[in-house]
């Protein structure tokens, strides 16, 4: 699913929160600064990656995920809401330094994670094999638990909300 900034907007007669693009202050006069395709799918997997590295952040994010953000609110209109963004970012801190338990300086998995690796996050782990034994490359689910993070931090600096389409 979609990950978009927005922010509320009154409605001039009541009724349910209607919901605008964020304005933003770069020059940048695409869409694709406003979303991010695939955004809420990168989320699950930082749950994943830290799931591997044995920390609880993974299973916070994940409850937090499942249990506040997804329950179904009474216009159907999913938003993580300025606080959501922030505790969802509060539990992303540090990922990027703990994954150098699992995975090398190339984001390649180090021996002792692969079995995790491959359960967890499956085909999103490409591998190949080098002098003789078989490596498993982290680039893309590390790559995108990173750029959902960048995403998140600009929704914080904007002031923005999410909304999950």
């Not at 933003?24 to 406003?34: C, N, P, Q």
């Not at 991010?36 to 799918?41: A, N």
């Not at 499956?122 to 750029?147: C, H």
Request: proline fraction near 5%.
């Amino acid at each position: 699913m979609t990950l978009r900034l927005v922010q509320p907007v009154t409605p001039e007669h009541g009724g349910p929160t209607e919901w605008a693009d964020c304005p933003d202050d770069s020059s940048d006069e695409s869409d694709s600064a406003h979303m991010l395709e695939g955004g809420w799918s990168m989320l699950y997997v930082a749950v994943a990656l830290w799931d591997i590295i044995g920390s609880e952040k993974g299973r916070k994010l994940h409850h937090l995920l499942k249990d506040t953000i997804e329950v179904p609110p009474e216009d159907w209109s999913y938003v993580m809401t300025r606080a959501q963004v922030a505790q969802v970012l509060q539990l992303l801190e540090g990922l990027e330094q703990a994954l150098s338990q699992i995975a090398d300086e190339r984001w390649r998995a180090r021996p002792a994670a692969v079995d995790q690796v491959v359960r967890l996050l499956g085909d999103q782990v490409i591998s190949w094999e080098e002098n003789g034994r078989l490596v498993y490359s982290l680039a893309e689910p590390i790559s995108s638990a990173l750029r959902v993070e960048a995403f998140l931090k600009e929704a914080q600096r904007l002031g923005c909300q999410v909304m999950i389409e």
